[in-house]
């Protein structure tokens, strides 16, 4: 189990914004992973899916980590933020768009779609 | 119908509404409870929860909290796939 426990850690740390779900981005298996890729793809912003869908200890420790049983989750620079639920709202309140300007400011990496 | 002694078969989708709202009431007395059915197939839906307990609650908690509730149905099945909004009884209809 710690072993999970620093895999996950390795992989947000890695990743600015990283999605576990089930599939991967070119073929997701799942409505809410998709769904989620096409949110993330309309920001324009690098982001990573991991599939868990047949990783059962992994899944087990990412909800323990969590305290979240659905998949997918989010995490955006290291903070565990739920899933589109959450985030839905944060994008059309601005909150979602200030949060990753701030997680990739410095990075050198910009938005290939103009946010505001 | 009444001393017919027959099973009635129940289609649990038609009956999910009532069951979702009567989890929440457990520990929330007060949810005011909207279901949706997305797809039409009541496989996949999204729940709208108006309640007091809410307020001062981040939306990640107000979120545990519903899934929390509801459990019971998502382990034997009854719920597959859910999407969550929540409000206090002060905050616009989200």
Known sequence: MADLHDEIQREIAANPILVYGKGTKDAPRCGFTLETIQFFNSFGYPFEVVDVLENMPKRQALSEMTDWQTLPKVFIGGQFMGDTDILAPMAQNGELATLLEKTFAGSGVSPTIQLR | ?94
């Open chain 2, 1 to 94: 119908m009444a001393g017919t002694g027959a099973a009635r078969v129940v289609n649990p989708a038609l009956v999910i509404d009532t069951v979702i709202t009567a989890l929440l009431r457990e520990t929330m007395p007060d949810a005011a409870v909207e279901v949706y059915d997305l797809t039409g197939t009541m496989d996949h839906l999204e729940v709208f929860v108006r309640t007091k307990a809410f307020a001062g609650v981040s939306p990640l908690d107000r979120h545990r909290m519903v899934e929390r509730a509801l459990a019971p149905a998502r382990a034997d099945g009854r719920i597959h796939a859910l999407q969550i909004r929540t409000a206090t009884p002060e905050e616009p209809h989200g």
